[in-house]
Nanobody, 115 residues
Framework: QVQLVESGGGLVQPGGSLRLSCATSGNIFSTSNMGWYRQAPGKQREWVARMTTGGGTNYADSVKGRFTISRDNAKNTAYLQMNSLKAEDTAVYYC?????????WGQGTQVTVSS
């Protein structure tokens, strides 16, 4: 059974850091392009970052230079290191595992940036 489980969200002050994790199961990780998305209250879900199976990365302009996506193939886990957090980064963050055959989502983890 395929599962994506996010963790690491929480409350952090502006300028702080968090690292999100996305643990996968179901033997999909090695063939998945891993992505992070977020959805703020009252807004549509937006793409944040992506890492391909080959290690290539892309970032939304709003997070470039502050967020870093990575993956540990031995642990079947993807990460999103978030630094210099701003209030506008507040959202539910979702992990995505996808290729041309499948597209799976996690349940989301809340990130709140507030003083």
């Amino acid at each position: 059974q395929v599962q994506l489980v996010e963790s690491g969200g929480g409350l952090v002050q502006p300028g702080g850091s968090l690292r999100l994790s996305c643990a996968t199961s179901g033997n999909i990780f090695s063939t998945s392009n891993m992505g992070w998305y977020r959805q703020a209250p009252g807004k549509q879900r937006e793409w944040v970052a992506r890492m391909t199976t080959g290690g290539g990365t892309n970032y939304a302009d709003s997070v470039k230079g502050r967020f870093t996506i990575s993956r540990d193939n031995a642990k079947n886990t993807a990460y999103l290191q978030m630094n210099s957090l701003k209030a506008e980064d507040t959202a539910v963050y979702y992990c995505n595992a996808a290729n041309i055959v499948f597209n799976y989502w996690g349940q989301g983890t809340q990130v709140t940036v507030s003083s």
